[in-house]
C-alpha cells in the first residue's frame, strides 16, 4: 500500500496469508519509533498500531509496506 493510504481507526491485514491485523491508533510526526541502526531516521509520521493486545509504533513508509489491505467493517 501506499503511505498515503493509511488512515486512522482503520485495520489493515499484511500481504500474503493476511493472518495478521493491526489497528492504527495514531499517526503523527511527534510520535517516535524505535531506530535501531547508525543511519538518520526517517523524516516522516510514526504510526501508532494495536496489534493482539499489544501496541506498537513503526514508521509511515514500514507500516504501509507491511499492509496488504484494509480489513472490510463487518
Known amino acids: 500500500m501506499r503511505p498515503s493510504d493509511i488512515k486512522l481507526g482503520v485495520t489493515y491485514r499484511n ?3 493476511g493472518r495478521t491485523q493491526r489497528t492504527v ?4 510526526r511527534d510520535l517516535k519509533a524505535p531506530w535501531f541502526t547508525d543511519s538518520p531516521r526517517p523524516d516522516e ?11 506498537e509504533r513503526l514508521y509511515l513508509s514500514s507500516f504501509a509496506s ?9
Open 25 to 28: 491508533l495514531r499517526i503523527g
Open 15 to 17: 500481504r500474503g496469508k
Open 45 to 55: 509520521p510514526v504510526v501508532e498500531f494495536s496489534q493482539q493486545d499489544k501496541v
Open 66 to 74: 507491511w499492509a496488504g489491505s484494509a480489513v472490510p467493517n463487518e
